[in-house]
Structures are given as C-alpha cells and as structure tokens.
C-alpha cells in the first residue's frame, strides 16, 4: 500500500530559478549603491605636521623663560641678592666691616705710621739745623789761631761747637796753676775726655726720637701679620655657618684681614727706610763734630806751645 507524503508540494524549477534572478538583482543594486555613497564621502586628511612658527622679531625667546623667572625671583627675594652682590671693598668700607681685633690692629698701625711721618720731619729740619751750626763752628775754629780767637768767632753762640771751645778754655783755666811745673800732657788729655763726651751728648741728643722708627720697622709687620690672620680665621668661621663657598661670601673677609698686612707693611717700609737715612745723616753730623773737636785740641796744644814765649810773640801769633 503506498502511503501518499502530505504537505505542500515542491516547487517547479522554473520558479526557483525567477527567484535567484530576482535576489541576485537586489544585491547587486544595494552594491552598486553602496558603492556610490562611499564615492561621495570625502577622504579623511592626514594628520598634518604643525612646524613651530618662529616669533616676531622683538619677542623675547621661550628658551629665556626660566632665566626671566629666576630674575624674578632673585629679585623678590632679599636674602638671595645679598648672597650675590659684592660688598663695599674699598679700603673704608673694609675697615667697618672688620672684626673689632682687625680694626684694633689697623688703628695702632695708621697710628704707628703716623708717628713715623711725624718723627720724619722733625728730625729733618733738626739734623738739617745742626748740621749748619756745626760747619759754621768747625770752620771758626778752623779759622782761629787760639782759643781766645776762636771763643771770640763764636760769640755766645749755642751749639755743640761753643760747648766745645768753652769746654777747653774752661779745663785750661782750671789747670794754669799745675801746667808752670808739669808738662801740658795732662791738660791734653782732660781737654780730649771733655770734649768727646760734648759729642757724645751731641749725637745721642740727635739720635733721639730714631729708636721708635727702628721699632715700628721691626714690629709692624708682625703686628699685620696677626690683624691677618685674625681676620682670615674669622673669614672661614663664616663661611662654616653660612655653609656656602660663594665668593661674595668669602672675599670682604679675606680681603680685610689683608688690608692689615697692607696696613703693616705701609708703617714699616717708610720706617725702615727713614731710619737708615737719619742714621746716614747722624753719623754725618758725628763727623762734624769730630772735626771741630780735633780743631780744638789743636787749639790747646798750640796754646801750651805759645805759653813760655814771649808776650809779644804770643801777640803776633794771635
């Protein structure tokens, strides 16, 4: 027995085959207009490269900006410009912003230099004085024939030449009694014991005064010397607490405790220098007064010669 299949019954091939014709029709159509949509859409640009533009001309450069910033700030900040700016190095200004010892040293040696100039001219105009009284005397006793002659030229005249004629006359007066039974020998030699101690008196009186540049010659480097190192010792304690090396931090104190070496230096140089010219110029003027000295030893000696001739003789002599 044949069992009969219920359900639709398939379709003719011809049907199926106006079917794909028809769906194929429709794809076809949605491409095509798919196609022609992405047509019209524009392409997407590419990412374009932006080049920095160059700034106008009176523009300060970006690459200013920090150091612009960093005035700015140094500028707000006191502490910062402190640090930076040098201090006051002037000689005046170094001497206040000294430590007290610094400026206790630096004192004493404006004060020794000052001495030393002081010293300077008035031991000048007093050698130069008796120098010139000195010549003066030598040559009347050079000139004189006795010591009347010679205590006449000189008159009441000061100076170490009329202490000398009257010195002699002196000894001779004291020893006329003893010189009719004893030779003139003795009388010589009290005359030259006199009168070389007129000239010591003389030099040792003119020397004075020279012993305090010797001194200060002698000591005021020294006296620098410690106003420096003082000052430098002081130097590094502030640069400790200040824990910075920067060099306006470092110099004003070097640079002081130097200025007393510099100060040191100014009143010993002079010193020294002055001292060996009024040494040259004393032991001149010793000179001086030994020639005029022995002038009057010639003196004695010539009067002990003339005084057992006869009065006329001795006249003519004089």
Not at 96 to 113: E, N, Q, T, W, Y
Not at 199 to 218: C, D, F, K, W, Y
């Amino acid at each position: 027995m044949r069992i009969a299949r219920i359900g639709k019954k398939p379709l003719p091939r011809q049907h199926w085959s106006r079917h794909g014709l028809f769906a194929a029709l429709i794809a076809s159509a949605l491409l095509s207009a798919g196609g022609a949509v992405a047509q019209e859409q524009p392409a997407a640009p590419a990412p374009a490269i932006e080049t920095p533009a160059s700034p106008p001309a009176g523009t300060p450069d970006a690459t200013m900006a920090p150091e612009a910033g960093v005035s700015t700030q140094a500028e707000a900040d006191p502490s910062a410009i402190s640090l930076t700016l040098p201090h006051d190095l002037s000689p005046w200004g170094m001497f206040l912003a000294a430590d007290i010892v610094v400026k206790g040293v630096m004192i004493g040696l404006a004060f020794a230099s000052l001495v030393t100039w002081t010293i300077w001219l008035a031991k000048s105009l007093e050698i130069l004085g008796g120098k010139l009284s000195a010549r003066r005397a030598a040559q009347a006793i050079g000139n004189a024939a006795t010591l009347n002659q010679a205590r006449r030229a000189l008159g009441h005249t000061g100076g170490p030449g009329a202490l000398l004629v009257r010195a002699a006359e002196e000894e001779a007066a004291l020893s006329a009694g003893a010189l009719e039974h004893v030779s003139g020998d003795g009388l010589k030699e009290r005359v030259t014991s006199r009168l070389s101690r007129i000239e010591a008196a003389a030099a040792r009186r003119m020397s004075r005064g020279t012993g305090v540049l010797a001194t200060i010659g002698s000591t005021a480097p020294f006296v620098g010397l410690f106003g420096t190192v003082w000052g430098i010792m002081n130097a590094f304690i502030g640069i400790s607490q200040a824990q910075t090396t920067n060099l306006a931090v470092v110099a004003p104190g070097i640079a002081e405790a130097l200025l007393a070496t510099a100060m040191g230096l100014v009143a010993a140089i002079p010193a020294v220098v002055i001292y060996n010219v009024f040494a040259r110029s004393i032991a001149g003027y010793r000179q001086i007064l030994a020639d005029a000295s022995a002038g009057v030893e010639r003196l004695v000696s010539r009067d002990l010669d003339f005084r057992n001739v006869a009065p006329a003789t001795a006249l003519a002599a004089e």
